[in-house]
């Protein structure tokens, strides 16, 4: 190993990424992705599905290798032959959609498993550490528990606590929210948000815009591999420069909302109607509003369009 992250100054950025490409097989995922955290950012990733948001996570804790670019972790090439992954991965936590918990192990088992063999921590130190994590999770008193004695609010804050028993100098969260129930994502939520405010360094893809705009220092709207648009949360959801990124945040947003150009499509024209005998393409298929068309709700701009359900 080239150096390590435990050696790395505290001053330089946490993650530094700079011309990320993966490809899977032929097919390009991530399109040369430039971005910097620094110390105690938080970054809210936002984009539609297959954009790439996953991928580029994956890539920072090296669950997948990246094809050609640089990330450096605490000023480490993490992409160097040599690097040592499993030490780099101690550094940089994961959160998933799925909570991932051994099912057959205790909550303090699943909690100290990884401290005891990666960290070489004695079993007391290891349960003195996840005791403090579940106890800023509010799970103390489920030391006993097994996974599916929980709730997916309790698993998923197991699964934070797990993550931050190894000390992570930052935290990666891929849609912690998104599996759960609507009543249970404010709880996992509210530790998140305490989590931030503790000064961890995160980098959160999350649909929550309502938390990306309070606890997110920065937003970054990926489209088709790319970053399309980085910068204070309250601009890029607020006022996004781009037309993808409004029309995204438009159905985030909004998502019963009925696009005018849909009202049409509940029933077919009818005789008498303007459009029964227009001719076929007119509207184009489905009558979509093509891209800066007019959108229901006249537009997301604005920034008191956006409905805030701060939980
Ligand atoms: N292991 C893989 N092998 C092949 N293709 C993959 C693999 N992982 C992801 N992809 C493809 O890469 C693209 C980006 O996927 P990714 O999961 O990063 O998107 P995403 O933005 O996280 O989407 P979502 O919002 O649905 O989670 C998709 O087209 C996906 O099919
Ligand atoms: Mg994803």
């Known amino acids: 190993m080239t150096g390590t992250a435990d050696s790395a100054g505290p001053t330089g950025p946490v993650i530094e990424i700079r011309g990320l490409h993966k ?20 970054v809210c990733v936002i984009g539609p ?3 790439g ?21 605490l000023g480490v090439e993490m992409t160097d032959p040599d690097v040592d992954i499993d030490r780099v991965r101690t550094h940089v936590g994961m959160v998933f959609q799925s909570f991932n918990l ?23 130190e290891a349960d003195a550490v996840a005791l403090r994590n579940l106890e800023h999770v509010g799970l103390a008193d489920r030391v006993d528990a097994y996974p599916a004695q929980l709730s997916g609010g309790q698993q998923q804050r197991v699964a934070i606590a ?6 992570p100098a930052m935290m990666l969260f891929d849609e912690p929210t998104s599996a759960l129930d609507p009543e249970l994502v404010g709880d996992v939520l509210a530790v998140m948000r305490d989590l931030a405010r503790s000064g961890m ?37 607020g006022a996004p420069r781009t037309e993808r990124a409004r029309v995204f945040l438009h159905r985030v947003l909004n998502p019963t909302a009925v696009e005018e150009s849909e009202l049409g499509q509940t029933e077919p024209p009818q ?27 006249g537009g997301s701009e604005g920034e008191g369009h956006v409905p805030l359900t701060v939980r």
């Open 102 to 124: 051994f099912p057959h192990k205790t909550v303090l088992q699943n909690l100290t498993v990884a401290q005891r063999k990666v960290l070489r921590r004695s079993a007391a």
């Open 53 to 73: 948001k996953s991928t580029l996570l994956r890539c920072v804790n090296l669950l997948e290798q990246p094809t050609a670019g640089s990330i450096k972790l």
């Open 49 to 51: 599905s297959g954009s």
């Open 162 to 167: 797990r993550a931050l028993s190894m000390d």
């Open 271 to 297: 005789p008498g109607d303007p459009d029964y005998l227009a001719p076929a393409g007119g509207r184009g298929p489905g009558g979509r509003t093509s891209p800066g068309g007019p959108r229901a709700g």
């Open 201 to 237: 360094t995160m980098m959160v893809v999350t649909h929550e815009m309502a938390f990306a705009r309070e606890v997110g220092d920065r937003v970054v709207f990926m489209d088709d591999g790319q970053v399309m648009e980085e910068g204070p949360a309250a601009q890029v959801i």
């Open 23 to 42: 490809s899977f097989g032929d097919t390009p995922v991530l399109k040369g992705i430039d971005l910097t955290v620094g110390a105690g950012d938080v």
